[in-house]
């Protein structure tokens, strides 16, 4: 079993930016493939990114040049940078593993319990 905690939503101003944090807990961190996921109001989960234990990052292509994902396998996390944020950008964010990459949400075994994010105009 892994646990997952987020922090660091919250409201700021489109082109400001916010940094999301994942602290994981239970098995080997550096066994999983780490991402972040996001579901506005209505809509499905949609991927952000993922890291793969190495370090090498995915991004979607609605956030590349923007959001940077990072891990720590000593501390055991994985954050999110977000700068230029969007209106868009809005939603529920979520940090997920899994020993498999993926880009489907549905893929992921372990979630934490969300972040919102809030980006206005």
């Known amino acids: 079993q892994v646990h997952l905690v987020e922090s660091g939503g919250g409201l700021v101003q489109a082109g400001g930016s916010l940094r999301l944090s994942c602290a994981a807990s239970?098995?080997?961190?550096?066994?999983?493939?780490m991402a972040w996921f996001r579901q506005a109001p209505g809509k499905e989960r949609e991927f952000v990114a993922l890291i793969w234990s190495s370090g090498t990052p995915h991004y979607a292509d609605s956030v590349k040049g923007r959001f940077t994902i990072s891990r720590d396998n000593v501390k055991n996390t994985v954050s999110l940078q977000m700068i230029s944020l969007k209106r868009e950008d809005t939603a529920v964010y979520y940090c997920?593993?899994?020993?498999?990459?993926?880009?489907?949400?549905?893929?992921?075994?372990?979630w934490g319990q969300g972040t919102q994010v809030t980006v206005s105009s």
């Open positions: 239970g098995r080997p961190f550096n066994n999983y493939v």
């Open positions: 997920a593993a899994d020993a498999i990459s993926s880009a489907v949400a549905s893929a992921y075994e372990f």
